[in-house]
């Protein structure tokens, strides 16, 4: 049996760790052994993992990465390498993805090194590039979560796109699925009337990581001069919650708005919405879109990143003009007034979801990578 660790940076929760998530149980578990490690003590999703049989482990290093005593660091991560003495170690995120390759010189019996990229968007700086550069020269395989994330990497990291394969971001069908019973319920507990209409959106409310809800709020406050009954649930947390909460208030919209905090029922929050909007800065490949599209619900998104990829304008969902709050309320008008359109764009989301963004099918690319010599 051949062991796998995953390791990331943190284990809360966001892109990286929700995909793995969908993936590990299409996995095969009779061959090899999945452990799970976290740099850092935040471990929001462990018990998540933990549920689905997998160990997980802590290396309680978020202090000396935060003083930047690299050489503790390394220390940790060799340590922890030499005692799992793992097969294969697959790097979600990028302090997780540096260390580990470069410990990998000074192990007793050096793994092959997969690195999954998700997201570099933030890490543009000189120190931050030369240390990706430097790690990929260690790294056996790459993925990208995105053809443009893998021509991003080839520009700021120097990384031959060639070396990189492109897999993007999927979700399992057959846990997101809509069930008429529990939107049923879900609108009961919201108190969402029989004929309104309800727009979700999710993402962390963060600062660097912008997710534009300020954009999917103003375009609330334009449609609701035109159309009254409608709701919009935003999902997350973050620092930005409490400019979210200011401009809310200004704009009269406490009975429009809903902030829900994190949620990990998102099957149930996605099924009391009857449009999905991202008005996201920056999207490599949102896996919140895909969840999306998985319940049949029509999206409404930023042109940005690898999100043409995943969205055909006009068939499966629609772009906005980004950070244009005036266009984002002019599309999601278009599917208020036109039901039958919200319908059959959400079929076709779905089945695409299906074909193109099934974890089954990663799975299956995955397994192959493994299974590499």
Request: hydrophobic share 40%; charged share 30%; net charge positive.
């Amino acid at each position: 049996m051949k062991k796998i660790i995953h390791f990331f940076d943190v284990l809360t929760m966001g892109g990286a760790q929700t995909q793995l998530l969908s993936v590990l149980p299409y996995l095969d578990k009779k061959d090899y052994e999945h452990i799970i490690c976290s740099l850092t003590d935040k471990m929001d999703m462990a018990k998540e993992f933990e549920g689905m049989g997998f160990k997980v482990k802590n290396l309680d290093l978020q202090n000396e990465l935060k003083s930047k005593k690299w050489a503790k660091v390394a220390r940790g991560v060799t340590a922890m390498l030499n005692a799992e003495n793992a097969d294969i170690v697959e790097t979600h995120q990028m302090w997780s993805r540096i260390f580990t390759a470069l410990c990998g010189l000074w192990l007793h019996k050096k793994p092959r090194f997969i690195a999954v990229f998700q997201g570099e968007a933030y890490y543009r700086n000189f120190y931050y590039r030369a240390a990706n550069f430097i790690a990929s020269l260690f790294i056996d395989k790459m993925a990208s979560s995105s053809d443009y994330l893998r021509k991003w990497l080839g520009r700021y990291y120097l990384i031959p796109s060639k070396k990189i394969i492109v897999m993007h971001n999927t979700v399992s069908p057959e846990v997101l699925k809509p069930d008429p019973g529990r939107r049923e319920r879900g609108r009961n507990e919201f108190g969402i009337e029989k004929d309104a209409i309800a727009i979700v959106s999710t993402g962390i409310l963060g600062i660097r990581t912008n997710k534009g809800m300020e954009y999917c709020v103003d375009a609330i406050a334009i449609l609701k001069k035109r159309h009254k009954n409608i709701k919009l649930f935003i999902v997350g947390e973050g620092k930005r919650r409490a400019d979210l909460e200011r401009q809310i208030e200004t704009l009269g919209l406490k009975e429009a708005v809903i902030l829900l905090g994190l949620r990990r029922d998102i099957p149930y929050i996605l099924d009391i919405c009857d449009i999905f909007v991202s008005a996201s800065v920056y999207e490599s490949c949102s896996i919140a879109i895909i969840e999306a599209m998985a319940m049949e619900k029509p999206v409404v998104a930023s042109p940005v990143g690898g999100m043409p990829e995943i969205i055909k304008d006009g068939f499966n969902g629609f772009f906005a003009k980004l950070c244009d709050a005036q266009d984002f309320a002019r599309v999601i008008e278009r599917l208020i007034v036109d039901k039958e359109l919200r319908f059959k764009m959400g079929k076709l989301a779905r089945e695409d979801v299906q074909k193109r963004f099934n974890s089954a099918g990663y799975a299956r690319r995955l397994q192959s990578i493994y299974e590499e010599h």
